[in-house]
Nanobody
């Protein structure tokens, strides 16, 4: 059974930074492509960054140059470093495997005040 536990969210001023963490279990983490997703109020959940087991990354245009996804296979953890945050980054952030695992974690709230 896949378990995903996100942490690290909070309230930050525009221009600030946060680092999110996601601890995964129940998967062969080192070979799994992992993604960070977000869902803002009234909007669909969207993929913002992904990282393959080999460390290749790609990003949504809206976060490119500001967010960095990374992973620590020894800790079964994926990270999202978010810099130069904007009010439009406000959302609940989730991680998941790609293809998606059958369930989502509780997410972590990121609120950026302008």
């Amino acid at each position: 059974q896949v378990q995903l536990v996100e942490s690290g969210g909070g309230l930050v001023q525009a221009g600030g930074s946060l680092r999110l963490s996601c601890a995964a279990s129940g998967i062969i983490f080192r070979v799994s492509t992992m993604g960070w997703f977000r869902q803002a109020p009234g909007k669909q959940r969207e993929l913002v960054a992904r990282i393959t087991g080999g460390g290749m990354t790609n990003y949504a245009d809206s976060v490119k140059g500001r967010f960095t996804i990374s992973r620590d296979n020894a800790k079964n953890t994926v990270y999202l470093q978010m810099n130069s945050l904007k009010s439009e980054d406000t959302a609940v952030y989730y991680c998941n495997c790609i293809p998606l695992a059958g369930s989502w974690g509780q997410g972590t709230q990121v609120t950026v005040s302008s």
